[in-house]
């Protein structure tokens, strides 16, 4: 049960979109047992971003997950995330941020699991 919440300062198309969409769902089967079959996917473009003192183009990537993941796995995760990032959005890979959160506790079709 894997989210990915992006943000970033470009501008998110429709096209672009459903690119990162499809790579995203591709990526995330880098954590053992997560696919795109479970997977939830927000995206917010625009929004401007400060790092470093300046306003830049920069992203920041939320991926939570039920359960608790292998540091190698986050690892490569990160790179994936960062090229399709700097392939789709010209984000530079130095000005993004990604934040990794695991719950034991996940809440899906009216229970938790």
Do not use: H
């Amino acid at each position: 049960m894997p989210m990915i919440q992006l943000t970033t300062s470009a501008a998110v198309t429709p096209e672009n979109a459903e690119r990162l969409k499809v790579k995203f769902g591709q990526a995330i089967s880098l954590l053992p047992g997560k696919s795109e079959s479970k997977l939830m996917i927000s995206m917010r473009g625009e929004t401007p971003m400060f790092f470093q003192g300046e306003k830049r183009g920069a992203a920041f990537v939320e991926v939570s997950c039920f359960g608790q993941g292998k540091a190698g796995a986050y690892e490569s995760l990160t790179a994936a995330l960062c090229e399709i990032l700097k392939e789709e959005l010209s984000v530079d890979p130095g000005n993004i941020f990604i934040k990794y959160s695991e719950t034991p506790y996940w809440g899906f079709n009216g229970r938790n699991l």
